[in-house]
């Protein structure tokens, strides 16, 4: 099935279907790509057995988003957890949400819970998110789980109980950074309040358990999950394209979408490693990592080439320490 969908660059099963070889009609073969999604026992913990032995060893950037799309008129909700390589985010854990808009506290704890179970808390770094991802209970939890937090909040939010964020950095300039000089206590916790204008006007401001140097810098590689849900969705495997809406197919579509995506990464990072993509004049490769290793991918299922053993092994072989990367530009 993940090579159809390589193949396809699709996730409609008339789609798929053209792309599996079996001797039957292409009703017939569609019909059956649908009942793999209904009858298939593809548990979160299946992906995550084949995505786990691939992170690189040390301590690990987390990161928790959510995105969404719609058919008609049903919403198709997915609570995302996952991992930073390079500069795009390795979904490791999501939850199938039963309603649209922001997830709920308790979906959050359980999320981090469940994962926890297989990547101990030693092993995280930190955890990035967004101002959706905000509250007294949540970054309790997280404390109490030893995770260091560092995650965007919104102007109307406290600080100190007696001031809010929106009256602390009024004087800010683009590009500039500033922060409070001593800890502020932010729904709870004693955390590092720091604040930037981007370029467009928007007052970001991050609270974390990190120095004020880092918390930036740190939040900013969140975008590397909106680079995610792009490779996933209209710029890549077309997740959007399913006209499945139940929500434990759609999970489980999406954890096949997430090994194909470890894979084309995979290969992406080999074949950087033995011929790096040219910059262009603004300084950003021409095509990423995870796109070129696609196009690889693609051909050797298409072609049978003689390669895709060797591709293949790749999905046993973990991805290069954090320290080998270079570092791009990233964007708010």
């Not at 690189?56 to 950037?61: A, H, V």
């Not at 004020?212 to 995610?228: C, F, K, M, N, P």
């Not at 950003?284 to 991918?297: C, D, H, I, N, W």
Request: glycine share 6%; aromatic share 8%; with cysteine.
């Amino acid at each position: 099935m993940i090579l159809g969908i390589l193949q396809a660059e699709s996730t409609l099963h008339r789609k798929i279907a053209l792309h599996i070889d079996r001797q039957a009609t292409t009703e017939s073969i569609t019909r059956m790509v649908g009942r793999v999604f209904h009858d298939a026992g593809l548990s979160q913990q299946d992906v995550q057995d084949i995505l786990l032995p691939l992170l690189p060893p040390g301590k690990l950037t987390l990161v928790m988003d959510r995105t969404n799309w719609k058919l008609g008129q049903r919403s198709c909700n997915l609570l995302v957890l996952g991992v930073l390589i390079g500069n795009i985010v390795l979904p490791l854990a999501w939850t199938e949400l039963d309603h649209s808009g922001n997830s709920h506290t308790s979906a959050r704890m359980m999320l981090v819970g469940k994962l926890l179970k297989r990547l101990p808390a030693k092993r995280w770094a930190v955890l990035i998110a967004d101002r959706e991802f905000i509250g007294r209970e949540w970054f309790a939890f997280l404390k109490w789980k030893g995770i260091r937090r560092c995650i965007r909040i919104r102007e109307d939010t406290a600080v100190d109980e007696d001031e809010y964020v929106r009256d602390c950095f009024t004087s800010l300039q683009p590009g500039q950074l500033q922060t409070l000089f001593e800890r502020a206590w932010v729904y709870g916790s004693w955390m590092h309040v720091v604040a930037t204008l981007s370029p467009q006007g928007e007052r970001i401001v991050v609270a974390s358990d990190l120095s004020v140097w880092d918390t930036l810098a740190t939040y900013r590689q969140r975008w590397g999950i909106e680079t995610t849900f792009s490779a996933m969705k209209t710029r890549g495997l077309n997740l959007e394209q399913t006209h499945m809406t139940a929500p434990e197919r759609v999970g489980k579509l999406f954890g096949l979408l997430c090994i194909a995506l470890a894979w084309m990464m995979r290969v992406g990072e080999e074949v950087e490693a033995e011929q790096p993509t040219r910059l262009k004049k603004h300084g950003r490769p021409a095509k990423s990592r995870t796109r070129r290793g696609y196009e690889v991918l693609s051909r050797a299922v298409r072609w049978a080439s003689e390669s895709f053993q060797t591709l293949l092994e790749l999905l046993n072989t973990p991805f290069s320490a954090p320290e080998a990367d270079k570092t791009q530009p990233v964007r708010y």
